[in-house]
């Protein structure tokens, strides 16, 4: 087995680990809905790209829960609705 014929100081590691960090994303924004938008990308929220919509983008389903808040919500507007008129 090879084994390192010298020992790896600390400054010697630290300085061949400086080169490691990441580099920030730039993001441009999306003419179409103004959010942070990869470059040379389509746009994950609209998906547009070149002023053409690319992507059909799938919204996360409604839970059961969400879904009967919205029911009990509408039934409340219908009951204000008649009681008003
Ligand atoms: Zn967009």
Do not use: T
């Given at each position: 087995m090879g084994l390192p014929s010298q020992k790896r100081t600390k400054s010697s590691k630290r300085r061949r680990a400086s080169h490691f960090a990441l580099k920030k994303t730039s993001l441009g924004k999306c003419p179409q809905c103004g959010k942070p938008q990869k470059p040379h990308h389509a746009c994950?929220?609209?998906?547009?790209y070149k002023g053409k919509t690319i992507l059909t983008i799938k919204t996360k389903k409604k839970t059961l829960k969400q879904k009967e808040q919205e029911r009990k919500s509408q039934k409340q507007n219908k009951k204000s609705k008649k009681t008003d008129a």
């Open positions: 994950a929220f609209c998906g547009s």
